[in-house]
């Protein structure tokens, strides 16, 4: 029903921004939640941020808050994560996902896109 692309993953050095797209398509994503996890080397995928449908409330993981920006395009179709001040511990693939239920828990999210990959250098 949903599908999700995400783009705009780099190299940068630590100090350094980026901004993570999340294009979405299908027949209808109207009324999802949309998030960013990321799963750094190694671990465990991990919550990072999220925004309701209206765009009118964000949730942030502890680690990134202050740092990172999720926003919407207004017609909704878009995504983004603006990262600033960039650590060697964000680097990971980052993936957008879609979630019609509770947006603070992984395991509620339907869809997901393929991932980027973010690296930080020191």
């Known amino acids: 029903q949903v599908q999700l692309v995400e783009s705009g993953g780099g190299l940068v050095q630590a100090g350094g921004s980026l901004r993570l797209s999340c294009a979405a398509s299908g027949r209808s994503f109207t009324g999802y939640a949309f998030g960013w996890f990321r799963q750094p080397p190694g671990e465990e995928r991990e919550f990072v941020a999220a925004?309701?449908?209206?765009?009118?409330?964000?949730y942030y993981a502890d680690s990134v808050k202050g740092r990172f920006t999720i926003s919407r395009d207004s017609d909704m179709s878009t995504v983004y994560l603006q990262m600033n001040s960039l650590k060697p511990e964000d680097t990971a693939v980052y993936y957008c996902?879609?979630?019609?239920?509770?947006?603070?828990?992984?395991?509620?999210?339907?869809?997901w896109g393929q991932g980027t990959q973010v690296a930080v250098s020191t």
């Open positions: 996902a879609a979630t019609w239920g509770n947006l603070l828990v992984k395991s509620a999210y339907n869809y």
């Open positions: 925004i309701r449908w209206s765009g009118g409330n964000t």
